[in-house]
């Protein structure tokens, strides 16, 4: 079997994690919003970058400050996905003031002995940062002597320096350990996920964090994939917001995440979207298990 890298994009929310891991695996595997914490579990994706077969770990968010049983799940996750890395970009974005955040990440990475790639994003936006982005590269070189790839995920500049740097790191090392993964649960999680940011892009915000949607079964046929979920909110008001007046905001939900399911899977789509009010579900083990959260 051919040796498979793990590799993993890590940085505070509304960095570009979820945008770059997309690209580099050119599909979309998961939400890509400025909504905080619109990754939630631990996604896996097996991908090819100039002939080196690569599994990305896209990993949820950390910066969170909800102490319910959900953002621990998540904080969890994100600690174990740094577990048998071979090599994680660290992906800052211009408007970074300080590094403490990324200091505990590179403190993690060099206890385990995974390398690192800086990558500061959204250099597209230079003309109204540049005084904090010369700061910020001045301080990586200074305090861990990293000298950042400098990207813009919009147009796509530096892109195929950063890929580059990936190969040359990668085609010199043999990787820490073998990429067990669950395909039908990944399968899962990820279809779960593409849902959950539709919910986000759709409603604006109006039903954020007390929402999680979960697939109750799938049915791979030949020419066809069923789907039937469940998306669970806190209250009875953000049922209201997702179903909305005569059902057309849950019909939008369907429509356009069917679009992205079909382009993924090249299969027609037939999803069956229930919104159900269950309370307290942010703290409800079974369910977060159930999920893929924990």
């Given amino acids: ?14 960095t570009g994690k979820s945008t770059l891991t997309n690209y580099l695996s050119k599909s979309y595997i998961s939400s890509a919003n400025k909504k905080a914490q619109t990754t939630r579990a631990t996604l896996n994706v097996l991908t090819n970058i100039k002939d080196l077969n690569v599994m990305i770990l896209d990993t949820p968010g950390v910066t969170i400050n909800n102490n319910d049983l959900l953002s621990t799940s998540m904080k969890n996750s994100y600690i174990k996905s740094l577990e048998h890395l071979d090599l994680l970009i660290l992906l800052l974005d211009i408007y970074n003031n300080n590094l403490k955040y990324e200091d505990t990440i590179i403190k993690l990475c060099e206890s385990s002995s995974i390398l690192i790639i800086p990558v500061i994003n959204k250099i597209d936006k230079l003309h109204t940062n540049d005084k904090n982005v010369k700061k910020l590269r001045d301080n990586l070189i200074k305090e861990y002597g990293f ?6 995920l919009l147009s796509e500049k530096g892109i195929n320096i950063l890929i580059n740097e990936i190969v040359h790191r990668l085609s010199s090392m043999t990787p820490k350990s073998k990429t067990l993964v669950d395909k039908k649960s990944s399968q899962k999680v990820s279809i779960q996920e593409i849902i959950q940011g539709v919910i986000i892009d759709k409603t604006h915000g109006e039903v954020p964090y007390d929402s999680a949607t979960h697939i109750q079964s799938i049915e791979n046929k030949k020419k066809i994939i069923n789907l039937i979920a469940n998306i669970y909110v806190e209250k009875d008001n953000h049922k ?4 909305g007046k005569e059902g057309h905001m849950i019909k939008e939900i369907g429509i356009a995440s069917r679009k992205i399911l079909e382009k993924i899977y090249n299969k027609k789509i037939f999803l069956n979207l229930k919104v159900v009010v269950k309370h307290n579900w942010k703290n409800n083990y079974e369910l977060l298990k159930e999920l893929g959260y924990i």
């Fill in 1 to 14: 079997m051919n040796k498979i890298y793990n590799i993993s994009i890590v940085g505070q929310s509304n």
């Fill in 147 to 152: 000298e950042p790839i400098m990207i813009s």
């Fill in 240 to 243: 209201k917001i997702l179903i």
